[in-house]
């Protein structure tokens, strides 16, 4: 409806006297007195803001370690220093400030905050029952409408896991890909609240969930409905899409006219929920993230974007990138990754372990993600595998180099990078203290700071969050 | 490879009895590397593994005897071949892809029956892929199909050839909890009812076979089905019962006071650390799942990495397996399960294993545990030849299976996925297309 252009009351007004399709009755017959629209009105673009907010921290200087910043930078024995929220210095040897905490890390090894860019955590919680089963609205191919945030509980125990055991610190949730168009994503930091806008990193951008190949033409075709192939897949997106330019050139048109204060309320086109996500995804504000397996079809969405005018940010699970590594770089897409998920259903049959240092290697951005409440917990060691895989075929990436696949490129994928990432001054204090080299199989978390608050420590039962419905429950509070 | 000889179990089904004559030489010394048995006892430097005839003849300190082929594995560890704990490989090709998964049966009229040996494709993709990671031995159990038995289970290699059984009809695999729960109609009350009454018709068969009318006499087991149940019933046979709750533990260990002989093998058990002491003193293994950490269900509320670990420590034979954790495929993953037990040793509160018990629990562990000791999973005397040689250490993500032998036969280590990485590591296609580059 058209109600926030409008004070309450006359919203109310006009509610009351719209026709089934939403169109006032009156929308031919404005009056010419009618007031203009106010320059510079836009449906707003944020009406479940974050309400998140830094928790308490001290200033804190950690020693002695060595450093991966995330951006690709190493420092052995060297000290991190945050306070306020934020990154202060990284070097190799810092002063204290007065009343800083130091934590001398000999032996130990600081890196920014793992970043997941594809998890269910909140749409698809522990337990995993049918009355928390919310993360796929398959009742249509084409669900731009619905935001994965709206099915977020706060209450799954997974988000502590995330955090206790594999250091992440952010991480987008994203509808299934029952559908072609599955609905949008929340990135959120991994810090435990009452509400999902709780939890909701402030400013950054929504993305588009978005699937190819078995699973849409698998949901629909079963029903005998469209999309059925992978022909199908293709067309319900195109005709989609260029139901989503028309959208926007109506929009476009009228906010023009709002601009030259030549609006009238009546005029404005009606909204439709789903368009303007996809009307986002045009203007560049939506980040388009593409489950696809396979590298053919990804070709295909490739050239789909161009016909459209958008721009994919990652194809996720992409198990054959490593078949057009070159053509990603060339379009600057990067692929969000497993290290050696394979075979579980027949586009993941060609999945092999170098994808990852094959499609880096090729120039390519890559990403280790999870998809999944347990990989969550080990993103670290899904990048050592990568990276060990990557070294047995003769392409060496450093450890401070692998570290990007978890931190600065899922960063980037997302648009937060200006805000976290890596461990640049100024940035987002989100910081992982572990017990030993991260890409060893052998080392854990002992602390993790989110925006320089110590949210989880090893060391101190206190700092580990138990969500309600572990309560009272047999295991509360164990170190799981 | 070399099958043992399955000829005591009842049925009278075909036995299978393969003479032990593969055609390559079984006969090597392994010289120089890190020896790991697999028992739990701690590596041997510089030591030497003895294969002769396609079994172990000695592993430890000391030279191999002279005139036999040697490998030299100087900077290697040399362990024994992992066992998937528990593990549905070779029972399928694409998981999703029906045609190819013949993991379970749900329109089959029979259950505890139903035997995966015909089923097992040593050809399988997982089975190329898992045996080039190291795993050469699999517990491969069957899916629920009707009511609660899956059926019977074996143990099979992992070798590159077309004789992947090691002991066929191995084990019986149930469901009690809420996976039982459901195949009995709705609720464990019913699981236990139709398992006692299960066990009550196997033994009636037992008595008397010929005499066993099945379902023309209102007997609720095919015949066959109660065949199959009567050597669990008198404790020939194990019997894996998949369960996850406390509660559900405690009613699956009761069950030896109504059925004496049974050879129970707990599965799963997420909550088994709660009642540990109960399970140590059952003398039940348990082949559980090493990470799972989440309220994934009622059933596993307790969920924590330190299952194991705790159990182990309160005197429980526990092993790793991979119980609906993309079990026809990814046993691969166990040392790196393994790894990270180890690792938690360091978090305050929570309870891992040490190292060798870490590497025993993928080994020995699952062997043990369905009472297969005597012949896989370490390299004690008289154990089939399965040897790994790692670049490093084998629970470490940053090593990997440089040779794999089982049964004292070398094998390959090329896969598909290898083949698909060479393929690709160029994509230049000025000349032809990558379809000519093999």
């Known amino acids: 409806m058209r109600s926030i252009l409008l004070p309450a009351v006359a919203a109310a007004l006009l509610l009351t006297a719209c026709t ?42 950690l020693t002695n370690v060595t450093i991966y910043d995330g951006e690709g930078g190493r420092i052995d024995g060297g000290s991190v220093l945050f306070a306020d929220g934020k990154v202060v210095e990284l070097g190799q040897s810092i002063a ?331 940035k987002m204090a989100d910081v992982v203290l572990w017990n030993g080299n991260p890409l060893s199989v052998y080392t854990r978390p002992e602390k993790v700071w989110i925006d320089g608050a110590l949210m989880y420590d090893a060391l101190d039962p206190g700092r580990r969050p138990v969500v309600d419905f572990e309560l009272g429950q047999p295991g509360e509070g164990d170190t799981k | 490879m070399i099958g043992l000889l399955a000829t005591r179990f009842a049925m009278g089904a075909l036995a299978l009895a393969r003479a032990a004559a593969p055609a390559v030489a079984q006969t090597v010394a392994i010289t120089n590397g890190r020896v790991v048995i697999g028992d739990g006892s701690p590596p041997i430097e510089g030591g030497t593994v003895v294969i002769r005839n396609g079994r172990v003849v000695s592993a430890g300190a000391g030279a191999p005897p002279a005139g036999m082929p040697v490998i030299d594995a100087t900077g290697k560890w040399v362990t024994p071949g992992l066992v998937a704990g528990f593990s549905r490989i070779g029972l399928a090709e694409v998981d999703g892809e029906e045609a190819s998964n013949d993991g379970g049966a749900t329109g089959s009229p029979f259950s505890a029956a139903i035997d995966v040996v015909p089923a097992i494709n040593p050809r399988a993709y997982a089975i190329q892929v898992n045996r080039a990671a190291g795993v050469t031995r699999a517990i491969v159990a069957p899916s629920p199909a009707v009511g609660l038995f899956a059926g019977q289970g074996a143990v099979i290699d992992l070798g590159a050839d077309m004789d992947a059984v090691t002991r066929p009809r191995a084990f019986q695999f149930v469901e009690m909890g809420e996976a039982g729960a459901d195949g009995a109609g709705g609720s464990r009350a ?72 049974l050879k129970l093998v707990l599965v799963g058990a997420s909550e088994g650390w709660t009642v540990a002491d109960r399970i140590a003193a059952a003398r039940v293994p348990v082949i559980a799942s090493a990470l799972n950490d989440l309220p994934a269900s009622f059933e596993a509320l307790a969920a924590t990495q330190s299952n194991i670990g705790r159990m182990a420590a309160a005197g429980v034979t526990a092993a790793i397996g991979m119980i609906d954790d993309n079990d026809a495929r990814q046993a691969r993953q166990q040392p790196q399960y393994a790894g990270n037990l180890v690792a938690l040793q360091k978090v305050p509160g929570a309870t891992g294993l040490d190292w060798n018990h870490a590497f025993a629990a993928i080994t020995s562990g699952p062997a043990e545990a369905i009472g297969l000791g005597g012949e896989i999973g370490s390299l004690r005397p008289g154990r089939h030849g399965d040897v790994v040689i790692w670049s490093g250490d084998p629970l470490e993500l940053s090593s990997a299976p440089e040779i794999v032998v089982i049964d004292g036969v070398r094998q390959p280590m090329d896969t598909r996925q290898t083949k698909l990485r060479d393929r690709y590591r160029s994509l230049d296609e000025t000349e032809r297309p990558r379809a000519y580059q093999r």
């Not at chain 1, 590594?325 to 990067?334: F, P, S, V, Y």
């Not at chain 2, 046979?237 to 069950?255: C, G, K, M």
């Open chain 2, 190 to 261: 019913a699981a236990h009812v139709l398992f006692r009454n299960a066990l009550f018709e196997a033994k009636e068969y037992a008595r008397n076979p010929s005499g066993y009318g099945g379902r023309d006499r209102d007997a609720l087991l095919m015949r066959l089905d109660a065949a199959a149940l009567a050597p669990v019933v008198s404790g020939q046979v194990p019997l894996l019962v998949h369960v996850e709750r406390a509660s559900d533990i405690l009613q699956v260990i009761d069950l030896k006071r109504e059925f004496p002989a």
């Open chain 1, 96 to 426: 204290a400030p007065a009343g800083a905490t130091v934590i001398d890390g000999k032996g130990k090894w600081v890196t920014p905050g793992v970043i997941d860019i594809h998890s269910h955590l909140g749409d698809y919680p522990s337990p995993a029952v049918a009355a928390l089963s919310d993360g796929n609205e398959s009742t249509g191919p084409v669900r731009p409408e619905v935001w994965a945030e709206h099915s977020v509980w706060p209450q799954d125990a997974g988000f502590t896991r995330a955090l206790a055991n594999g250091g992440i610190t952010t991480l987008q949730i994203l509808p299934g890909s029952a559908n072609l168009f599955g609905g949008r994503s929340v990135t959120l930091k991994n810090v435990a609240a009452r509400t999902m806008q709780g939890m909701k990193f402030p400013g950054a951008p929504y993305g588009l969930k978005m699937a190819c190949g078995e699973n849409p033409k698998r949901v629909y075709g079963r029903r005998n409905q469209m999309p059925s192939t992978r022909m199908g897949n293709i067309a319900v997106d195109r005709q989609t899409w260029a139901n989503a330019q028309n959208y926007d050139r109506s929009w476009t048109a009228w906010e023009e006219k709002v601009d030259k204060g030549t609006a009238k309320p009546a005029d404005e086109p009606k909204r439709d929920i789903a368009m303007e996500t996809l009307r986002g995804v045009l203007h560049g504000d939506i980040l388009v993230h593409n489950h696809c397996y396979r590298a053919d079809e990804m070709a295909n969405v490739i050239d789909m974007s161009k016909e459209f005018g958008y721009k994919v940010s990652t194809f996720h699970h992409a198990v054959e990138s490593y078949k057009i590594a070159d053509l990603l770089r060339q379009n600057g897409i990067c692929s969000a990754m497993w290290a050696d998920w394979w075979g579980f259903k027949l586009e993941s049959y060609d999945a092999i372990n170098e994808n990852i240092a094959l499609v880096h290697n090729a120039g390519a951005c890559a990403i280790v993600h999870s998809d999944d409440p347990n990989g969550i917990q080990r993103l670290n060691q899904e990048a050592a595998k990568a990276q060990a895989s990557g070294r047995r075929m003769g392409i060496d990436i450093p450890d401070e180099i692998v570290w990007t696949w978890l931190a600065i490129n899922p960063a980037r994928a997302m648009g937060i990078a200006d805000r976290t990432g890596s461990l640049k001054a100024g």
């Open chain 1, 20 to 61: 089934q399709d939403g169109r006032p009755q009156t929308a031919s017959s404005s009056s010419p007195s009618e007031p203009a629209v106010k320059k510079g009105t836009r449906v707003p673009a944020d009406p479940y803001p974050s309400t998140y907010h830094a928790y308490p921290g001290v200033p804190t200087l």
